[in-house]
């Protein structure tokens, strides 16, 4: 018996996606120096989860550190790139600029259409153990069609900046000058994205002032917005469910 065409197209699909591939990368620039790869590596379908991470130093005086800069990605409904800091510590007698870029490639899901549109959540938070005037930070998120993989630049005087083409968020300030917990989010939407790859990049500038430590979490997350008949439908089987558990109810008593 011949196989179908029918079932060919959704055996070509899943062999397409098991060749398919995804690199997730962080980098970081210190004063406009060199750009120190802080860790590169590659996840594979269906949900392309990889985590990633890197140290410099040890806090202690006179040193400026970064213990465990880290990124990760995933894909299941959703699709979300993240990246962490659990201490960066500037005990040195200066200000310091550390530019990061955490970058992820290889996305599928979702897409938009099927999805009227993808809502893009940018989330940055973490905090401050001194509070010093003088220290400051942005944070960026954008999804780029082109499936481009973002690296900082050298001299980092911007940082980094998102692909051409790209969707962005709004640019999040922080001043982190006090001491406590500091948290901003930011979204954008999407009308248009997929099949194709496409990659999410995350980009920080922090400015550090002697003698101030800090951590933060960021994340970037696209989920898709269900069509409006969607949402009727499933209003509409809430409501039916309602009324036969009410009936069954009155029926018992």
Do not use: W
């Amino acid at each position: 018996m011949k196989p179908s065409k029918g079932l060919l197209v959704p055996v070509f699909l899943v062999m397409c996606a098991s060749m398919a591939h995804a690199t997730l990368q962080v980098t970081y620039v210190i004063d406009g120096g060199a750009v120190v790869l802080c860790g590169s590596t590659a996840s594979n379908p269906p949900n392309f989860a990889a985590t990633t991470s890197c140290s410099l130093g040890s806090p202690g005086p006179g040193v400026l550190s970064i213990t465990n800069l880290s990124g990760s990605s995933s894909q299941f409904l959703t699709s979300e790139l993240a990246g962490t800091s659990l201490r960066i510590d500037n005990q040195t007698a200066l200000s310091h600029t550390i530019a990061i870029a955490v970058s992820s490639t290889g996305f599928l899901t979702p897409n938009a259409p099927p999805s009227p549109s993808i809502m893009v959540l940018s989330h940055i938070g973490g905090s401050v153990a001194s509070g010093v005037a003088g220290s400051s930070l942005s944070f960026q998120s954008c999804v780029d069609p082109a499936n481009g993989l973002l690296s900082v630049t050298s001299p980092a005087s911007t940082g980094a900046v998102c692909p051409v083409g790209s969707i962005k968020t709004p640019v999040q300030g922080e001043s982190i000058s006090t001491a406590g917990s500091f948290s901003s989010d930011a979204s954008a939407s999407i009308t248009s994205l997929g099949p194709a790859a496409f990659s999410i990049n995350e980009i920080l500038t922090i400015v550090l002032a002697p003698g101030e430590t800090l951590n933060f979490s960021s994340s970037t997350t696209l989920t898709p917005v269900p069509e409006p008949m969607s949402i009727a439908l499933l209003g509409g089987v809430l409501l039916l469910t309602a009324g036969a558990l009410r009936r069954k109810g009155n029926q018992a008593s």
